[in-house]
């Protein structure tokens, strides 16, 4: 119960400098979890249990997987994951119930003010923004992705281009 308390007054200090909805603990502290938006960008935050017992736990939205490219998609937030990893660091998955890819992570509470959080919890939405536009891929692997046709069509001609014979004139001789 201490971390709760904790996770309570972290939440509080946040909810001071930012325009988020009162804290309640209704149903009890044990059960607490608190959806909240910011920057358009859904969160979950509650208190964490067992080996994270001193911290918040946090998921954010980031989306959809795209359905066009799904598998780069994916192979760009495993290196995501690559990237981050550490302690004290979040990482991406896939929310079993819907579908939708999460960044997760477990927070200490010891020493982090409301303003700390509330940047954080910004900077994790400008990602996510980042994410729904981009899915983290680069440019060409956007445009390739968004019109496959197109790109098979591209392929297609420079194939035949290359394969084309000079054009011969009535005397049968390259023009």
């Known amino acids: 119960m201490k971390n709760v308390d904790a996770c309570l007054r972290l939440l509080g200090d ?3 400098i930012t325009d988020l909805p009162p804290v309640s603990t209704e149903g009890g502290k044990a059960d607490l979890v608190l959806d909240v938006t910011v920057d358009g960008i859904g969160f979950s935050l509650m208190p964490g249990a067992d080996d994270n017992a001193d ?15 799904s598998g780069l998609a994916m ?7 690559l990237v981050m990893m550490g302690a004290g660091r979040p990482g ?7 579908g939708q890819v999460l960044l ?11 303003e700390q959080l509330a940047h954080m919890l910004h900077h994790y939405a400008g990602r996510a923004k980042e994410w729904r536009e981009t899915y983290f891929l680069l440019e060409e692997e956007r445009r390739m992705s968004a019109a496959p046709s197109q790109a098979h069509a591209r392929a297609a001609e420079m194939m035949r281009r ?8 009535a005397a049968g001789k390259a023009e």
């Open 14 to 16: 946040l909810r001071r």
């Open 92 to 98: 991406f998955g896939i929310n079993f119930a819907t």
């Open 55 to 69: 911290c918040l736990l946090l998921f954010c939205e980031f989306g959809e997987l795209p359905q066009e490219c």
């Open 104 to 114: 997760s992570g477990a927070v200490r509470v010891a020493g982090l003010t409301g």
């Open 75 to 81: 192979r760009r937030l495993l290196e995501a994951n």
């Open 162 to 169: 290359s394969r084309k014979v000079p054009a011969t004139g």
